[in-house]
Every structure is written in C-alpha cells, then in structure tokens.
C-alpha cells in the first residue's frame, strides 16, 4: 500500500515562508512525476508545482519566483519552499506522485497525501 505522508503546514504572518514535505512510502518501483497542488475554500485543486524524477520543474503563474519545489530521490520525498507568503496563499496544499507499483507491469497510478493546511494571516 503506497502512503504519501505531507508536513509543514500552519500559519504564517503575510511576507513570510514555510517548507512543506512529503515522503512516499510503501511498496513501489518508481516513482516519476511529484508535484504540490491546492485547494482554497470554494475554489478547484490546482497545480502549484511539478518536477521530474530529472529535475525539471514547472510552476503555476502565481508562485513561480516565490516557491521552490525540490526532490529528493533517494527518500522518495518532494518539498515546497514558500517564500513572500500572501493571504492568497491560504489553502490545503497536497502532495501528489505517480507511482508504478510492480516491475513486470508499466501501469502507473496517481497518489495524493491526505492534505496540509497553509493559513497566510496577520
């Protein structure tokens, strides 16, 4: 059973930062793509950030000078640096990765961590 276990969260005054981590866990082959999303009362899940088991990432319009995604391959693990953190930021921030369970099957399956709340409030 594939877990992806985020922390990290909580609440920060306007201008400030938080590091969100996630580590995947479980019994797997490789995990490719992991990325951050998030989801803002009334509003839909949307990518935050993405990065490839090589390194490449990608960053939604809005953060993109501000955050930092990074991996670490070795500790199946993705983070999220947040910096100059704004009241737009509040959400629930998850971590998600596509994972391949089992050698003898190409399948992959897209995972997501149960949710870490992210509050920007002076």
């Not at 005054?13 to 479980?26: D, E, K, Y």
């Not at 960053?59 to 693990?77: C, E, H, L, P, Q």
């Amino acid at each position: 059973q594939v877990q992806l276990v985020e922390s990290g969260g909580g609440l920060v005054q306007p201008g400030g930062s938080l590091r969100l981590s996630c580590t995947a866990s479980g019994s797997f082959f490789a995990i490719y793509d992991m990325g951050w999303y998030r989801q803002a009362p009334g509003k839909e899940r949307d990518l935050v950030a993405s990065i490839t088991p090589g390194g490449i990432t990608n960053y939604a319009d809005s953060v993109k000078g501000r955050f930092t995604i990074s991996r670490d391959n070795a500790k199946n693990m993705v983070s999220l640096q947040m910096n100059s953190l704004t009241p737009e930021d509040t959400a629930v921030y998850y971590c998600n990765a596509e994972i391949r369970q089992g050698s003898l099957s190409s399948r992959r399956t897209v995972y997501w961590g149960q949710g870490t709340q992210v509050t920007v409030s002076s």
